[in-house]
Nanobody, 125 residues
Framework: QVQLVESGGGLVQAGGSLRLSCAASERTASTYYMAWFRQAPGKELEFVAAITWSGSITDYADSVKGRFTISTDNAKNTVSLRMNNLKPEDTAVYSC??????????????????WGQGTQVTVSS
């Protein structure tokens, strides 16, 4: 069973930065494409960014392009999300997710079979 464990959330002022990490229990075909989603209170789950372990494919939501950077550390089976110039509207629970290689490139929630427990990010104005 694939396990994903997030860390790095917290409270930050607008304009600040945070780095989220997701440790995966395995790096296989089942976790070929790794993504971050977020869900703000009262809102639907939103795709944020995704990457293959090789870095050959990356994708970002328009709302975070130029501010967030997704990366991998294959030696540690970790995917990170560096978030700069944070805004109050970035406040949400951020969750790491993994999909099979057949679903690589997807930003659709249902294409991701494995999920972490989520980590809270709060941006104060």
């Amino acid at each position: 069973q694939v396990q994903l464990v997030e860390s790095g959330g917290g409270l930050v002022q607008a304009g600040g930065s945070l780095r989220l990490s997701c440790a995966a229990s395995e790096r296989t075909a089942s976790t070929y494409y790794m993504a971050w989603f977020r869900q703000a209170p009262g809102k639907e789950l939103e795709f944020v960014a995704a990457i293959t372990w090789s870095g050959s494919i990356t994708d970002y939501a328009d709302s975070v392009k130029g501010r967030f950077t997704i990366s991998t550390d294959n030696a540690k089976n970790t995917v990170s999300l560096r978030m700069n110039n944070l805004k109050p509207e970035d406040t949400a629970v951020y969750s790491c997710a993994a999909s099979h290689w057949r679903r690589a490139g997807s930003s659709v929630r249902d294409d991701y079979a494995f999920w972490g427990q989520g980590t809270q990010v709060t941006v104060s104005s």
